[in-house]
């Protein structure tokens, strides 16, 4: 007996978020469709350019923002961002260095510090063990 194997699609919304941008920056045609695993790998892949120039120019999802400021996503909201940024945007308010923005990275920082100090701890604790 042969098993038949269907393709496995996605809404466009997972697309976008898997390929980092911000979904409503797309075109038409990738939002009202849906996307195969197989198109997913090949817009990874080969890039078309409207995907590179998004990537390169924004608007940028919450998450991307939040990475490129080092910052958390929560950090972005209490700093009153709530809105995709361009990438421009997002070098203006590293230049500007607002206090939300600097105070944000401090606890990301310590946030980081944290991980790592539990992650040695376990290790230790993994190889006494």
Do not use: C
């Given at each position: 007996m042969?098993?038949?194997?269907?393709?496995?699609?996605?809404?466009p919304?997972?697309a976008?978020?898997?390929?980092?941008?911000?979904?409503?920056?797309?075109?038409a045609q990738?939002?009202e469709?849906?996307?195969s695993?197989?198109?997913?790998?090949?817009?990874?892949?080969?890039p078309?350019?409207?995907?590179?120039?998004?990537?390169?120019?924004?608007?940028h999802?919450?998450p991307?923002?939040?990475?490129k400021?080092?910052?958390s996503?929560?950090?972005l909201?209490?700093?009153?961002?709530?809105e995709?940024?361009?990438?421009e945007?997002?070098?203006?308010?590293?230049?500007e260095r607002?206090e939300?923005?600097?105070r944000?990275?401090?606890l990301q920082?310590?946030?980081?510090?944290?991980?790592?100090r539990?992650?040695?701890?376990?290790?230790?604790r993994?190889?006494?063990?």
């Amino acid at each position: 007996m042969t098993q038949h194997q269907s393709t496995q699609t996605m809404k466009p919304a997972t697309a976008a978020r898997k390929l980092g941008v911000y979904l409503e920056a797309t075109p038409a045609q990738f939002r009202e469709g849906v996307v195969s695993r197989a198109e997913l790998n090949a817009l990874q892949a080969d890039p078309p350019e409207w995907l590179r120039e998004l990537r390169r120019t924004g608007p940028h999802p919450r998450p991307v923002v939040a990475a490129k400021l080092g910052v958390s996503i929560a950090g972005l909201h209490r700093g009153g961002i709530t809105e995709p940024l361009t990438t421009e945007q997002i070098e203006a308010l590293k230049q500007e260095r607002p206090e939300w923005l600097e105070r944000e990275q401090a606890l990301q920082a310590e946030v980081r510090k944290e991980a790592a100090r539990v992650k040695k701890l376990h290790a230790e604790r993994a190889q006494s063990a």
